[in-house]
């Protein structure tokens, strides 16, 4: 199969027979063959094991290159029991982090597997949905509204189709795309006749065959400008200002230490070993693959209750969501939607109204939707008379228009009939007569009145109307939007989609944890209320498509937050809404499943959409329900915010130990006639701290932190790693002195000493941390109770074990163990004691609950 450079320039039957393709498209062998030697359909190619990846990845941490140079220092000065032991940690705590994190990214992977996107394709020339993944050269691919173009394709046939292109060339608006020749020097911009992968279908339907693939597309070729790094997230924000704020207090603490020892005249090796340790002690180095654990454990937990991840950061932005944007199909309604009646203009029962409108609905090949399928389900159950009207043309729908027109052939004549469906106020329109007994009647202002109030009494009963036109014209080869004219109305269909009573009691769950819905719905103002009434959702200040158009955007800032129903809303209003409760200092989430809604789910903070959305919508997403459900929604929630929470914990234990351990360690370093501890056992206090820290991501979490939404705060934290930090050295400067007038200056026991009690603590500080309410009232998660209880055991019986040593290690007297194990439970007492207003401060608020509600809501940008 020979590669086509210009194939634009081509005609499509030369680039069919030189892709070996046809009509039929390629057979089934013929497509698997093509795909072993083109290589799957995606941007990333064939790349090395990942688990060999991730391995290596964990020896490329600046902290663990650290501890690296340190053991090739102690190579060089023949102290082979200090580099053993060194790379021992290393290796530890590279396959610990490692083993945690490469279960946690095949979990992901599988979970991203269950919402791939798919692509329509005629292989033997049969219809068939493959993953976008599978699509080979010489594939024959259908696209319709709301389909993403799955690579670079050349159009064999198009009606009124138009993609949105706007990633690769910057045009705002949708281009038309025809099966025309164009020129071979042609611009991508000028290339009308092709689609490209990356962009998507807005409206209109169309055919094509497939000539690059993967990296041989023009996205792919340009990949590397488009895939730069998307807008920070407030959360990435803070994690930077974090390790930065880290670094820059890691090198003033480590020059200082170093040059005070250097001073001092401290051995050059052991200060050199110290002053590394002391380094990786301040740093919580195992944050990163924290992150990564807490979040995965998050999203399998939000997987379990009907919600797919697919973007592990958006976990932050579904805890501190407090408003929830959505339409009210399936979420107030049931989402069974049904033809309760097809009617004539006076609104009696019609065969020929459903008849007509069953055609429309079946030959009609735009945007497939739940309202056809409930059309062609009762239309399908009348008997058809005579021959089967063809298809000739047909103008398909668009969000401008709200209708869609078929043109069929009549039995008899020269004469076509067009159908159109669609909005009552877009079909009435086109009318100048309605049918009435068999006989056309003129439309005239009040027969327009009362088919209106019908309209009206009929919207206040719940029900959605369509309205039925046809009318009589010549045949000719093309039609368009301008022969919608002149049209006779035949009557109005009425759907059905009952209030979905048990959304109140989720509405009242949603409420509990901070959250307010808002409709945004395409329904007229009577429907809305009906279906907001009917559960009990009180309607306040209502807003219409047309008052939107009539308020600035500095008016809509401030009316948006006081209301919860926008009806008749326009699509490109959508996104208005959503950046308008942006803008007034909301984080908005926004649940939609359709072209229209992409705007909005990429303007949302979290976007969220359905399985069973449009594969635009899916990919614009950050979540993806498995279930139309606002009950599902709610448990996302409540696991988003857990996963948050765990992470907020390990940020706040790890930074506030580590923080005290390494300031003792700094002042002590300066004051003794040696140094307080060794790089090794520093490193192996380090290791025995981190094994309960990753429990940190199974963590139960208190049911305060799920009633109101909260982000984090990079302020705040560091003022908790003062407080409790600077506490924790207190107790350690008084562990000195203890030790130093129990030991007589030896050093080994004091080492040995100092190491016991800067382990226990930040064991059982642990404990106290993680929860604002009193320790003993919140129950930790199983495996972080059991690491806290077994590296306590191993951190008071270690200087008794055989062969420590090797660690510098000495057997402790039982007073001088029980006078460090009395400390340690000071410390724990004394971080009870100061974690209330800590807690307290860290909500902003005075708290009878303890919660930690930090940020409630954020300003745009």
Same mark, same amino acid.
Not at 178 to 195: F, M, Q
Not at 442 to 456: H, K, N, S
Not at 469 to 483: F, S
Not at 762 to 791: C, D, H, K, N, Q
């Given at each position: 199969?020979?590669?086509?450079?210009?194939?634009?320039?081509?005609?499509?039957?030369?680039?069919?027979?030189?892709?070996?393709?046809?009509?039929?498209?390629?057979?089934?062998?013929?497509?698997? $063959?093509?795909?072993?030697?083109?290589?799957?359909?995606?941007?990333?190619?064939?790349?090395?094991?990942?688990?060999?990846?991730?391995?290596?990845?964990?020896?490329?941490?600046?902290?663990?290159?650290?501890?690296?140079?340190?053991?090739?220092?102690?190579?060089?000065?023949?102290?082979?029991?200090?580099?053993?032991?060194?790379?021992?940690?290393?290796?530890?705590?590279?396959?610990?982090?490692?083993?945690?994190?490469?279960?946690?990214?095949?979990?992901?992977?599988?979970?991203?597997?269950?919402?791939?996107?798919?692509?329509?394709?005629?292989?033997?020339?049969?219809?068939?949905?493959?993953?976008?993944?599978?699509?080979?050269?010489?594939?024959?691919?259908?696209?319709?509204?709301?389909?993403?173009?799955?690579?670079?394709?050349?159009?064999?046939?198009?009606?009124?189709?138009?993609?949105?292109?706007?990633?690769?060339?910057?045009?705002?608006?949708?281009?038309?795309?025809?099966?025309?020749?164009?020129?071979?020097?042609?611009?991508?911009?000028?290339?009308?006749?092709?689609?490209?992968?990356?962009?998507?279908?807005?409206?209109?339907?169309?055919?094509?065959?497939?000539?690059?693939?993967?990296?041989?597309?023009?996205?792919?070729?340009?990949?590397?400008?488009?895939?730069?790094?998307?807008?920070?997230?407030?959360?990435?924000?803070?994690?930077?200002?974090?390790?930065?704020?880290?670094?820059?207090?890691?090198?003033?603490?480590?020059?200082?230490?170093?040059?005070?020892?250097?001073?001092?005249?401290?051995?050059?090796?052991?200060?050199?070993?110290?002053?590394?340790?002391?380094?990786?002690?301040?740093?919580?180095?195992?944050?990163?693959?924290?992150?990564?654990?807490?979040?995965?454990?998050?999203?399998?937990?939000?997987?379990?209750?009907?919600?797919?991840?697919?973007?592990?950061?958006?976990?932050?932005?579904?805890?501190?969501?407090?408003?929830?944007?959505?339409?009210?199909?399936?979420?107030?309604?049931?989402?069974?939607?049904?033809?309760?009646?097809?009617?004539?203009?006076?609104?009696?029962?019609?065969?020929?109204?459903?008849?007509?409108?069953?055609?429309?609905?079946?030959?009609?090949?735009?945007?497939?939707?739940?309202?056809?399928?409930?059309?062609?389900?009762?239309?399908?159950?009348?008997?058809?008379?005579?021959?089967?009207?063809?298809?000739?043309?047909?103008?398909?729908?668009?969000?401008?228009?709200?209708?869609?027109?078929?043109?069929?052939?009549?039995?008899?004549?020269?004469?076509?009939?067009?159908?159109?469906?669609?909005?009552?106020?877009?079909?009435?329109?086109?009318?100048?007569?309605?049918?009435?007994?068999?006989?056309?009647?003129?439309?005239?202002?009040?027969?327009?009145?009362?088919?209106?109030?019908?309209?009206?009494?009929?919207?206040?009963?719940?029900?959605?109307?369509?309205?039925?036109?046809?009318?009589?014209?010549?045949?000719?080869?093309?039609?368009?939007?301008?022969?919608?004219?002149?049209?006779?109305?035949?009557?109005?269909?009425?759907?059905?989609?009952?209030?979905?009573?048990?959304?109140?009691?989720?509405?009242?769950?949603?409420?509990?944890?901070?959250?307010?819905?808002?409709?945004?719905?395409?329904?007229?103002?009577?429907?809305?209320?009906?279906? $907001?009434?009917?559960?009990?959702?009180?309607?306040?200040?209502?807003?219409?498509?047309?008052?939107?158009?009539?308020?600035?955007?500095?008016?809509?800032?401030?009316?948006?937050?006081?209301?919860?129903?926008?009806?008749?809303?326009?699509?490109?209003?959508?996104?208005?809404?959503?950046?308008?409760?942006?803008?007034?200092?909301?984080?908005?989430?926004?649940?939609?499943?359709?072209?229209?809604?992409?705007?909005?789910?990429?303007?949302?903070?979290?976007?969220?959409?359905?399985?069973?959305?449009?594969?635009?919508?899916?990919?614009?997403?950050?979540?993806?329900?498995?279930?139309?459900?606002?009950?599902?929604?709610?448990?996302?929630?409540?696991?988003?915010?857990?996963?948050? $929470?765990?992470?907020?914990?390990?940020?706040?234990?790890?930074?506030?130990?580590?923080?005290?351990?390494?300031?003792?360690?700094?002042? $002590?370093?300066?004051?003794?006639?040696?140094?307080?501890?060794?790089?090794?056992?520093?490193?192996?206090?380090?290791?025995?701290?981190?094994?309960?820290?990753?429990?940190?991501?199974?963590?139960?979490?208190?049911?305060?932190?799920?009633?109101?939404?909260?982000?984090?705060?990079?302020?705040?934290?560091?003022?908790?790693?003062?407080?409790?930090?600077?506490?924790?050295?207190?107790?350690?400067?008084?562990?000195?002195?203890?030790?130093?007038?129990?030991?007589?200056?030896?050093?080994?026991?004091?080492?040995?000493?100092?190491?016991?009690?800067?382990?226990?603590?930040?064991?059982?500080?642990?404990?106290?941390?993680?929860?604002?309410?009193?320790?003993?009232?919140?129950?930790?998660?199983?495996?972080?109770?059991?690491?806290?209880?077994?590296?306590?055991?191993?951190?008071?019986?270690?200087?008794?074990?055989?062969?420590?040593?090797?660690?510098?290690?000495?057997?402790?007297?039982?007073?001088?163990?029980?006078?460090?194990?009395?400390?340690?439970?000071?410390?724990?007492?004394?971080?009870?004691?100061?974690?209330?207003?800590?807690?307290?401060?860290?909500?902003?608020?005075?708290?009878?609950?303890?919660?930690?509600?930090?940020?409630?809501?954020?300003?745009?940008?």
């Amino acid at each position: 199969m020979r590669r086509i450079e210009r194939y634009w320039a081509e005609h499509p039957a030369d680039v069919l027979a030189t892709m070996e393709s046809g009509g039929d498209g390629l057979s089934s062998t013929a497509a698997a $063959a093509r795909l072993e030697e083109c290589g799957s359909n995606t941007l990333a190619g064939r790349t090395g094991h990942p688990m060999l990846r991730l391995l290596l990845s964990r020896f490329t941490n600046p902290l663990v290159v650290i501890l690296i140079v340190a053991a090739v220092i102690s190579l060089l000065a023949r102290e082979w029991a200090d580099a053993l032991i060194i790379m021992g940690i290393v290796l530890l705590t590279a396959v610990l982090s490692f083993v945690q994190e490469y279960r946690a990214s095949i979990a992901i992977d599988a979970l991203r597997r269950r919402v791939s996107i798919t692509a329509c394709v005629i292989r033997s020339g049969r219809r068939t949905v493959v993953p976008a993944e599978s699509i080979v050269p010489g594939d024959i691919v259908e696209l319709s509204a709301g389909a993403l173009v799955p690579a670079d394709c050349l159009l064999l046939t198009s009606r009124d189709c138009f993609v949105d292109q706007a990633a690769l060339t910057g045009e705002s608006l949708p281009v038309e795309k025809l099966p025309d020749l164009v020129a071979a020097d042609s611009g991508l911009a000028e290339r009308t006749n092709s689609v490209f992968m990356g962009t998507s279908v807005r409206s209109g339907w169309a055919s094509a065959v497939v000539v690059n693939t993967g990296k041989s597309t023009v996205f792919g070729s340009i990949a590397g400008s488009l895939a730069s790094r998307p807008p920070e997230t407030e959360f990435e924000r803070g994690l930077r200002r974090f390790g930065g704020f880290l670094i820059r207090m890691m090198f003033t603490v480590v020059i200082i230490v170093l040059g005070a020892n250097i001073l001092l005249h401290r051995p050059t090796i052991d200060t050199l070993l110290f002053a590394a340790a002391i380094a990786v002690g301040l740093s919580p180095e195992l944050l990163p693959a924290i992150l990564a654990i807490t979040l995965s454990h998050g999203a399998r937990a939000m997987a379990r209750e009907g919600v797919i991840v697919k973007r592990l950061d958006a976990i932050e932005n579904l805890g501190c969501m407090d408003v929830l944007c959505t339409d009210k199909t399936g979420t107030l309604t049931r989402g069974v939607i049904g033809l309760d009646g097809a009617v004539d203009p006076r609104g009696q029962p019609s065969d020929d109204v459903l008849r007509l409108a069953t055609l429309n609905a079946q030959l009609q090949s735009g945007i497939h939707n739940p309202l056809d399928e409930a059309i062609v389900s009762r239309g399908t159950q009348l008997e058809t008379p005579g021959e089967v009207p063809a298809k000739i043309d047909e103008i398909p729908y668009d969000f401008q228009r709200r209708r869609v027109s078929i043109v069929i052939t009549e039995p008899t004549g020269p004469e076509v009939r067009m159908v159109t469906k669609g909005a009552v106020a877009n079909v009435l329109e086109t009318c100048a007569s309605l049918r009435v007994d068999q006989q056309d009647v003129a439309l005239d202002a009040t027969i327009g009145a009362e088919l209106t109030q019908r309209f009206v009494d009929w919207s206040k009963q719940g029900f959605r109307v369509l309205a039925i036109a046809a009318k009589r014209l010549q045949r000719k080869d093309r039609y368009d939007a301008t022969d919608e004219v002149a049209m006779t109305l035949v009557g109005f269909l009425l759907f059905l989609d009952p209030p979905e009573i048990q959304a109140a009691s989720a509405l009242k769950a949603l409420g509990a944890l901070g959250v307010s819905v808002k409709v945004i719905t395409g329904d007229n103002r009577f429907v809305a209320t009906h279906v $907001a009434e009917a559960i009990g959702m009180p309607v306040d200040g209502m807003l219409t498509g047309s008052d939107l158009r009539q308020l600035t955007d500095e008016a809509l800032w401030q009316r948006a937050p006081a209301t919860n129903v926008f009806s008749g809303i326009e699509p490109n209003q959508k996104e208005r809404i959503i950046t308008a409760l942006r803008k007034s200092g909301h984080v908005v989430g926004y649940l939609g499943d359709g072209i229209n809604d992409t705007p909005a789910l990429h303007a949302a903070d979290v976007g969220i959409s359905v399985d069973t959305a449009v594969d635009v919508a899916k990919e614009a997403a950050d979540f993806v329900l498995l279930e139309h459900d606002l009950d599902v929604i709610c448990r996302g929630i409540n696991e988003g915010r857990h996963a948050f $929470a765990n992470t907020i914990k390990y940020i706040f234990i790890a930074t506030s130990s580590n923080f005290g351990n390494t300031i003792g360690m700094a002042l $002590a370093s300066i004051y003794l006639p040696f140094l307080p501890l060794l790089a090794k056992q520093i490193l192996l206090n380090n290791f025995l701290g981190d094994v309960p820290s990753m429990g940190i991501a199974g963590d139960h979490v208190d049911r305060e932190w799920a009633h109101a939404p909260h982000r984090w705060d990079i302020r705040l934290i560091r003022r908790s790693m003062f407080t409790f930090g600077l506490s924790s050295t207190a107790f350690d400067l008084l562990t000195f002195a203890v030790l130093l007038a129990v030991s007589g200056g030896n050093h080994e026991i004091f080492r040995t000493g100092w190491f016991v009690e800067s382990l226990l603590t930040e064991l059982w500080v642990l404990l106290v941390i993680r929860t604002p309410r009193p320790f003993y009232r919140s129950r930790p998660g199983r495996f972080l109770a059991w690491g806290v209880s077994t590296m306590t055991v191993v951190a008071v019986s270690l200087p008794y074990l055989p062969g420590v040593r090797v660690l510098g290690f000495v057997p402790l007297s039982l007073p001088l163990l029980a006078t460090i194990l009395l400390i340690s439970l000071l410390y724990v007492a004394c971080a009870e004691v100061i974690k209330r207003p800590v807690y307290r401060r860290l909500s902003g608020t005075p708290s009878r609950t303890g919660g930690i509600y930090v940020s409630r809501r954020r300003p745009l940008g």
